[in-house]
Structures are given as C-alpha cells and as structure tokens.
C-alpha cells in the first residue's frame, strides 16, 4: 500500500473515531448515502439485502457469502453492488485493539445514469450478457482522496454538507466509471441492457413485495420471456424471483419486529403471507429461530 492510500484510509479512521467513539454499531451519518459500520469483535453469518452501493474496508476483514460462492475482502478492497442484492455477511477479522472499520455509500442508478452522460460513449463498453450484482476490486488513491473530504464534510456546517456532498458523490461515481468497475456499473444502469432489465424487475418485487408474484406480467413489463427473466435473475441476485420475494418479506418482517412488539399472525399477514404457520416454518429457516422467540431475543 503506498503512503498516500494509508494517509488516506488513517484519516478517515480519525474522523470516524473522533465523531463515533462507541465500538459496535451501525451508524447511518448526516450524509444520508453515508453509513459505518464498527465492530469490536467478529460476528456470525448475517443475511441482508444490500442497496445499490459501494463498500469499503478501512480496517478488518470480512467475509460475503453469494449464491454458493465465498469471497472475502479486506483493508483497501471494496465490494459494489448494483442493485438491491441478497447475501450473507460475516466479520471475521475484528479485536479491540483494532476494531473492525467499514462505510458504505449508497447511490441510485439514476446518479449512475447522470454521470453516464458526461463520459466519452467510446469508453464506454456495454455488454448485453448478465453476470452477478456483486463487483469486488482493489482501491486506489485517485478513488479514495474524494471518500476521504465527503467523510471529512462531517466535520463542517450542514449548509456546507448539503450543498458539497452532492458533488463529491458525483466525482466517486464519475472515479469508478473510469476505471475497471465502469463495465459492470454501466450494464446495469444502461437503458434496453439485459442487466437494467433485471434491475427494473428487482425493483417491482422490491415496491410490490407483500402482494403475490405474476411472473408472466413481471416479464411483460420489462420486455422479456419468463425463461430469461428467471435465468438473467437467478445469475445477478444468486435467487429466483419467487425465492427473493420471499427474502424480502421475511427481511421486512424482522424489521418490524425489531422495533415494535406486534402480534406474529399480523406481520405474516402485512408481509405477504396468507398462513402465519408458513411464515414462521421460513422465518426458522431463514434467522435460525421462530418469529416469536426472536422477537423476545431483539427486546431482550
């Protein structure tokens, strides 16, 4: 690692330390795109849905678990998801003496879209074949610097938050569609692109997840046969659509449960579920444990 990327990547562990002393926990800051994520020690497999996004490891390690496939990234490297992907996540590299340290930008690929316009359309290379929404690679300082002042912008006055933030997002996104990963942002946010098809039919299950799932109206809407759309589905997400409903409803139901005592039958029932024994047999499978003990365990 060269002595700018460490500069870099110290200073925004000062900031982050000076602003949020506490060891464990998720911190969404003042820049609504802008999260950490601190932990003191590693944690067991977690199942979450990422947004549209870029991850970055300032300090630890962790593991990502995808369809049947493990990666693992660290210090420097980061993870891009394109859309909203289901996964399994574990710290494994985490003390504290040296706390595990993450952030997390999130964006929309309408943001994508907008930068898209200013770069050379020969630059740009556009590949009709899907492949999966996760993007790991290595980062670099011309990447970094502009992470460093949008986490260093904490520091100043919310007018000057508002008004800069924007801008900085704007040069992260334009810095990666400059480099290695602007193929893989491109597909995905490229208008008629099979990838942005998928994305379109993600975004349906994700605003219409409780109501039941047509698929043949879903493939319509998006200008696709039913075989492609599950086949081009199941390679970005690692799911089916049938199966990524699913994750979302349950992912919805331990939100609800998390911050409000409610009765089991009735978060079945706003998810989606018509029968509260099924969604308790799923919930098991999914967290480990019924709705009713979890929901004991998260106000334990």
């Not at 039919?201 to 109501?211: G, L, T, V």
């Not at 024994?277 to 929901?295: A, N, T, V």
């Amino acid at each position: 690692m060269n002595e700018a990327m460490e500069k870099c990547r110290l200073d925004i562990i000062d900031v982050i330390e000076r602003l949020y002393p506490k060891s464990d926990e998720m911190v969404q800051s003042k820049i609504s795109a802008l999260s950490f994520f601190l932990a003191s020690s590693p944690n067991e497999f977690k199942s979450i849905v990422y947004e549209p996004s870029l991850c970055i490891i300032l300090q630890g390690s962790k593991a990502v678990g995808f369809g049947h496939q493990m990666y693992h990234y660290r210090e420097n490297e980061y993870l891009l998801a394109s859309t909203h992907i289901p996964a399994d996540v574990k710290i494994i590299e985490a003390s504290t003496q040296k706390p595990y340290r993450g952030l997390t930008l999130t964006f929309s690929l309408e943001a994508i879209y907008e930068v898209l316009k200013n770069v050379d359309a020969n630059k740009l290379k556009v590949q009709q074949k899907s492949e999966k929404g996760l993007f790991f690679d290595t980062l670099h300082v011309k990447l970094y610097e502009p992470i460093l002042r949008l986490v260093k912008l904490l520091e100043r006055s919310n007018e000057e938050i508002a008004f800069l933030s924007p801008l900085i997002m704007k040069e992260i996104l334009y810095t990666l569609i400059n480099e290695k990963s602007g193929y893989f942002l491109t597909k995905f946010a490229m208008e008629g692109t099979t990838s942005n098809k998928i994305v379109k039919a993600i975004s349906e299950i994700k605003h219409n997840f409780s109501e039941k799932l047509n698929m043949a109206e879903l493939a319509r809407r998006i200008d696709m046969s039913e075989s492609h759309l599950y086949q081009n589905f199941k390679t970005i997400t690692s799911l089916s659509p049938l199966q990524f409903q699913k994750k979302l409803r349950l992912e919805e139901a331990k939100k609800m449960l998390s911050v409000r005592n409610i009765d089991i039958s009735e978060v079945a029932f706003l998810v989606g579920y018509e029968s509260p024994s099924q969604f308790s047999r799923e919930y098991s499978r999914m967290f480990g444990m019924p709705p009713k003990e979890h929901l004991k365990h998260l106000h334990a």
